[in-house]
């Protein structure tokens, strides 16, 4: 039954954190955001972030969600183009204050940006938590405080600073944000609010650093007295029923729960992972729909036979083709079948008859082979040019776009096949 279940159910991504562990690296995530998971119907699959992971996530596939949530401050490096008014005494004094998060973690940067830029191009489901909500703001060009306290806090009236992180109280602290009416943490918290008749909430959070600038894309859904954004999303992205969900949280709703006890603070707090997990399973479906393909159908034996045939003559002509080799004599009328079912009107259309000479596909069109051939190797060696002062990063990107290109041709390519043998067998 478990392995039935690994097998329907849909795949989550979250990225591991590192910390030390007898003298040993260890990577871990916590369990509130697997338990959460779990129990709405998705399963967690971990990425580790071992040095050279960002270049594999391709062998995470299929991914049908990401969930990014704890860890280290990103690299200012991402997304500092104001440079903060800090002096090289306060940078040292925040490493000091949160030696624990200040280190950077390149590697785990370089497999979150990833992520998170996949999943704006395939409109894969993403939630981010706390630092997870501000890696989704850096990949869509947006920035950070380097640090609250610092660069917000102190331009502040003392009763508009808001403390938060908490060292001695992580999962008791608790401040006050304001949501905004008509987001999705409105409808989630809405009894709540109704109950106390105000807009607010207190929620935990254990974070220095926050969302300055954010991405044009998004909308806020929650801010800080001090005017630090709490939560947004992408309005036009969001829909969980229809596959869609784009959004960060700053502040932990899966760490707000009563003392002693699994009870959450409001009954909203668990809404984020369950449309998240809803919205998961809707775009699984989705995706299983736009890639299945139809079951051939079944031919009589003359049809099968000359099914046969003409595929034969399909392959030899892409041998040719690709090994750029004349024809023997002995084989030109192998090639006469798909010569001839290329020009009768009666398999195909006028419209897929141009189309497939345009491709090069008729035999008697066989030397344009050789000059696009040609013109081929003259594009490669432009294009090996041009890659070779590309860095390793753009090169990566670049593989992964055109290898989703390449799935998703082949995957309407076989489709459009099928129609052919269809049109042929009516």
Same mark, same amino acid.
């Given at each position: ?132 909500s501000q890696v989704l ?40 944000? =304001?949501?905004?009416?008509? +987001? ?5 918290? @809405?009894?709540?609010? *109704?109950?106390?008749? %105000?807009?607010? !909430?207190f929620v935990n959070s ?79 479906? =989705?995706?299983?729909?736009? +890639? ?5 159908? @079944?031919?009589?034996? *003359?049809?099968?036979? %000359?099914?046969? !045939? ?81 860095s390793v990063e753009q ?32």
């Amino acid at each position: 039954m478990a392995a039935e279940l690994s097998v329907v159910l849909p795949r989550v991504l979250i990225v591991s954190r590192r910390t030390v562990r007898k003298n040993k690296f260890v990577d871990f995530v916590g369990e509130y955001h697997l338990d959460l998971i779990v129990s709405y119907g998705a399963v967690p699959v971990i990425v580790p972030r071992v040095t050279g992971v960002h270049m594999l996530l391709e062998s995470f596939e299929p991914i049908h969600g990401v969930l990014l949530c704890e860890g280290e401050d990103l690299d200012p490096s991402l997304y500092d183009d104001e440079p903060a008014n800090l002096s090289a005494e306060e940078i040292e004094e925040i490493r000091r204050q949160h030696a624990s998060d200040t280190t950077i973690d390149k590697e785990k940067d370089n497999i979150e940006l990833r992520l998170a830029k996949l999943c704006l191009e395939r409109n894969i489901p993403y939630l981010g938590i706390c630092r997870g909500s501000q890696v989704l703001n850096v990949a869509c060009g947006g920035t950070l405080y380097r640090d609250i306290e610092k660069e917000l806090s102190r331009n502040l009236p003392q009763n508009q600073r808001v403390l938060h992180i908490d060292y001695d109280n992580y999962d008791g602290h608790r401040h006050v944000v =304001k949501i905004i009416e008509n +987001t999705p943490l409105h409808h989630w918290f @809405k009894n709540s609010l *109704e109950e106390y008749d %105000k807009m607010e !909430i207190f929620v935990n959070s254990y974070h220095h650093q926050g969302v300055k600038k954010l991405a044009q894309r998004f909308v806020p859904m929650a801010f800080a007295t001090d005017g630090l954004i709490e939560g947004f999303y992408d309005p036009d992205a969001y829909n969980p029923e229809e596959g869609k969900f784009i959004m960060g949280l700053q502040f932990h709703p899966e760490r707000m729960r009563q003392s002693d006890t699994d009870e959450f603070d409001y009954p909203g707090c668990t809404f984020a992972y369950q449309e998240f997990v809803k919205a998961v399973v809707a775009y699984q479906k =989705k995706l299983s729909s736009s +890639t299945t393909v139809q079951n051939p159908i @079944k031919l009589n034996q *003359e049809m099968e036979k %000359k099914r046969k !045939i003409i595929v034969r003559s399909f392959s030899l002509a892409r041998n040719i083709y690709e090994g750029g080799h004349q024809m023997n004599p002995s084989k030109e009328s192998d090639l006469d079948a798909g010569a001839e079912f290329l020009e009768s009107n009666t398999a195909l259309s006028i419209q897929q008859e141009e189309r497939l000479i345009q491709m090069g596909a008729t035999v008697r069109n066989g030397s344009s082979y050789l000059e696009r051939l040609k013109m081929n190797e003259e594009r490669e060696g432009i294009a090996r040019k041009v890659m070779s002062k590309m860095s390793v990063e753009q090169l990566s990107d670049l593989k992964s776009f055109y290898n989703m290109m390449g799935q998703i041709c082949s995957e309407i390519l076989e489709r459009k096949l099928q129609d052919i043998v269809n049109e042929v067998a009516s």
